[in-house]
């Protein structure tokens, strides 16, 4: 076997869980092989380079050999090569906390007290009932 493709490789090493999700990620431009979108049924082989998008990084794995059924985890390396750079995972990991640290208080969904206080003041309580809303422009 010298070549095969993509989706089914990507799949076969655990790149992705499904075979579906593998060929969408092709059609949604999210996988290269050497540095070039590919479709679906582009042919792979050892030695190449396949990036693989998966927001919010970009992992890089060098083709070592081919396989066309799927693997144990245990085997994988022997299929591959994570060749991802380091900055890529420190991305992810400023994503994971970012969530958390950069959000100031009061911001996103009010709480249950603010959303009694801002019902309470559209409520028709606050409206002055003594004031007459009729406005006669007849000259």
């Given at each position: 076997m010298n070549e095969v493709r993509i989706d089914k490789w990507m799949w076969a090493v655990r790149i992705f869980k499904t075979r579906t999700i593998a060929v969408e990620a092709c059609?949604?431009?999210?996988?290269?092989?050497?540095?070039?979108?590919?479709?679906?049924?582009?042919?792979v082989k050892a030695g190449d380079v396949i990036q693989v998008a998966k927001p919010p990084i970009t992992y890089s794995f060098k083709v070592i050999n081919l396989t066309v059924n799927r693997i144990g985890?245990?085997?994988?390396?022997?299929?591959?090569?994570?060749?991802?750079?380091?900055?890529?995972?420190?991305?992810?990991e400023l994503q994971?906390?970012?969530?958390?640290?950069?959000?100031?208080?009061?911001?996103?969904?009010p709480t249950k007290k603010d959303r009694r206080?801002?019902?309470?003041?559209?409520?028709?309580?606050y409206i002055d009932d003594s004031f007459d809303f009729d406005f006669d422009f007849e000259e």
């Open positions: 059609k949604k431009n999210r996988v290269k092989v050497n540095n070039v979108v590919v479709k679906p049924s582009r042919m985890a245990k085997l994988v390396p022997e299929y591959l090569e994570n060749i991802t750079p380091p900055e890529q995972y420190a991305l992810l994971k906390i970012g969530g958390f640290i950069d959000r100031a208080h009061g911001t996103g969904r206080d801002l019902d309470e003041w559209n409520s028709p309580l």
